[in-house]
T-cell receptor, first 117, second 116 residues
Framework: AQTVTQSQPEMSVQEAETVTLSCTYDTSESDYYLFWYKQPPSRQMILVIRQEAYKQQNATENRFSVNFQKAAKSFSLKISDSQLGDAAMYFCAYRSAYGGGADGLTFGKGTHLIIQP | EAGVAQSPRYKIIEKRQSVAFWCNPISGHATLYWYQQILGQGPKLLIQFQNNGVVDDSQLPKDRFSAERLKGVDSTLKIQPAKLEDSAVYLC??????????????FGPGTRLTVT
């Protein structure tokens, strides 16, 4: 079974600064997908960014980018120019590409991101 | 486009009572998921439907939890009887039928269940 570990329960950053959230995962599979989801107090999970394991190029979405290190099984999220609206719980998630149709996400425990004005 | 709808948003029950949650996925989404999110943890998959068939229910506590997706659209998750440890947020998500992979799961706002 795959596991996802987020070792930072809470992170704090000044508005307009850059912050990096860490995620490691354990799998024996070679093809899979990785995701970062944001969950504000409203509880609505919102997809921030995704990465296909077979792609070496790191994914970017505006101020959000990832550092995907497949050999190290590491998938960190970098948020540039942090904004107050970025404050939320951030979850790293894994999905197998071999599920044969079973493709539920495996989540980490999350990192609470605080933005200091 | 309307998002994933869930009701109720909040529910408080006593242990040993029963409760049901409802989910309406995004129109056209064939795949539906139920996740359980205990406070301080990430969501855990309970069950996945493809149309009205179960694809994965390996983590569903079948002695007390049941779910159905009649007609391949709406879904209901039931707990009977509830235990204190069932207190959690229950999230419903949906996605388009699998194509090349990497597709997005869209989540609803969740139902917060408190068992006293």
């Amino acid at each position: 079974a795959q596991t996802v570990t987020q070792s930072q329960p809470e992170m704090s950053v000044q508005e307009a600064e850059t912050v990096t959230l860490s995620c490691t995962y354990d799998t024996s599979e070679s093809d899979y997908y990785l995701f970062w989801y944001k969950q504000p107090p409203s509880r609505q999970m919102i997809l921030v960014i995704r990465q296909e394991a077979y792609k070496q190029q790191n994914a970017t979405e505006n101020r959000f980018s990832v550092n995907f290190q497949k050999a190290a099984k590491s998938f960190s999220l970098k948020i540039s120019d942090s904004q107050l609206g970025d404050a939320a719980m951030y979850f790293c998630a894994y999905r197998s590409a071999y599920g044969g149709g079973a493709d539920g996400l495996t989540f980490g425990k999350g990192t609470h991101l605080i933005i200091q004005p | 486009e309307a998002g994933v709808a869930q009701s109720p948003r909040y529910k408080i029950i006593e242990k040993r009572q029963s409760v049901a949650f409802w989910c309406n996925p995004i129109s056209g989404h064939a795949t539906l998921y139920w996740y359980q999110q205990i406070l301080g943890q990430g969501p855990k998959l309970l069950i996945q439907f493809q149309n009205n068939g179960v694809v994965d229910d390996s983590q569903l506590p079948k002695d007390r939890f049941s779910a159905e997706r009649l007609k391949g659209v709406d879904s209901t998750l039931k707990i009977q009887p509830a235990k204190l440890e069932d207190s959690a947020v229950y999230l419903c998500a949906s996605s388009l039928r699998r194509l090349a992979g990497g597709y997005e799961q869209y989540f609803g706002p969740g139902t917060r269940l408190t068992v006293t």
